[in-house]
C-alpha cells in the first residue's frame, strides 16, 4: 500500500531545503528503514546542474530523480540533454507542465496542451523513464486525461501549494480521480499532502488534502463510486476511521489502488511516515 510512495521533494516549498542538506537526508532514507517508501528524488530541471555539483561529493551509484519541467513542452529536451551529461544523475521519471490553459479555458484548448506536453514526453522521455503530463487546472478532468489516449503517460495533479487557491476542493479533485479510474490511467500529486487525515493548517488557514484521503478514494473510485462518493472519502477528517478503511484494504485492493496512484512528491518524507506511524498503519521503525 505505500511502498515507494513518497518521491523526496525536499528542495520544494515549503521545506526548500538547500540542494546540499537535500541530496544527504536522501541519501540516508536510501539505505534505512525509509528505502521501501520512498521515490525518487525531485528536482526541477533549473537546478540539474547544481545537483550535478552536489553529487560529486558524493560517490557512488547513479541517483534515481524525478525531473519536473514546469515552463512546459518547450523545456522538455533540453533539460534531459543536461540530465544525460550528468554521470551520477539519472532520470527514472519525467513530469512537465502541459501549460497555462484551463481556468475557464475552453476544453478543448486545455486537452491540446496536454496532447502537446505528450507529444514532446514521446520525443525525449528517456527509455525506461515514466513519463508524467500537469494537468491544467480549471479544465475538463475527463477531456484533458482522453488526451493522453494511446501512450504510456501518466497524469499529474496538483492538490496544493503557496496560496489557498492552488489547494482544489474536495469535488474538484474527486472529479479528476474519478475521470482517472474511469479510463485506468495512472496519476501522482504534487504539493499540500503534508500529512495522512485532511486537516485546516492553522498558520495559513489553507485546507489540506490528506494523502490517504487520497488513496481511499481512489479505492471507491476503483469500486464504481461517483465523484460525490469520491468527493466525501476526500473530505473525511477522523484519522481513525481513514486508518481502519486503509487497514481493511485487500493485497489485490491496495494494489490496485497504488497501479492508479504511483505517489506523491513530498518536502518531508519523514512527516507522511511519522502520521502512518501514529495511525498503526507502519511500524516505528519506519523512523528510526
Do not use: I, W
Amino acid at each position: 500500500m505505500y511502498a515507494a510512495l513518497l518521491d523526496d521533494a525536499a528542495l520544494f516549498p515549503p521545506g526548500e531545503a538547500p540542494m546540499d542538506e537535500a541530496v544527504a537526508g536522501h541519501l540516508r532514507y536510501r539505505v534505512g528503514p525509509q528505502a521501501p517508501l520512498t521515490g525518487p528524488f525531485v528536482v526541477a530541471a533549473g537546478r540539474l546542474a547544481e545537483l550535478g555539483r552536489v553529487l560529486r561529493g558524493h560517490p557512488g551509484s547513479p541517483l534515481a530523480v524525478c525531473v519536473t519541467v514546469p515552463e512546459g513542452p518547450g523545456g522538455l529536451g533540453p533539460a534531459l540533454e543536461e540530465a544525460a551529461a550528468l554521470p551520477l544523475v539519472e532520470p527514472v521519471a519525467v513530469e512537465v507542465a502541459a501549460g497555462a490553459a484551463g481556468g475557464g479555458a475552453d476544453g478543448g484548448e486545455a486537452a491540446a496542451e496536454v496532447a502537446r506536453a505528450a507529444a514532446a514526453l514521446d520525443r525525449h522521455l528517456p527509455r525506461n523513464a515514466a513519463g508524467f503530463v500537469e494537468l491544467p487546472r480549471g479544465a475538463d478532468p475527463g477531456r484533458c486525461l482522453d488526451a493522453l489516449a494511446g501512450t504510456a503517460h501518466r497524469a499529474k495533479l496538483r492538490t496544493g501549494g503557496t496560496r489557498a487557491d492552488a489547494f482544489p476542493g474536495e469535488d474538484e479533485l474527486a472529479g479528476a480521480l474519478c475521470a482517472a479510474a474511469e479510463r485506468g490511467r495512472a496519476l501522482k500529486c504534487t504539493a499540500g499532502l503534508h500529512h495522512a487525515v485532511r486537516y485546516t493548517d492553522p498558520r495559513t488557514g489553507f485546507e489540506h488534502h490528506g494523502f490517504l484521503n487520497v488513496l481511499l478514494a481512489v479505492h471507491t473510485a476503483l469500486r464504481g463510486g461517483d465523484r460525490a462518493d469520491a468527493a466525501e472519502v476526500l473530505a473525511l477528517r477522523d484519522g481513525a476511521r481513514a486508518a481502519a478503511a486503509a487497514a481493511g484494504l485487500g493485497a489485490e485492493e491496495a494494489a490496485a489502488v497504488r497501479a492508479l496512484f504511483s505517489s506523491f512528491g513530498t518536502c518531508s518524507v519523514l512527516e507522511p511516515l511519522g502520521d502512518l506511524v501514529a495511525l498503526g498503519l507502519l511500524s516505528p521503525a519506519v523512523l528510526e
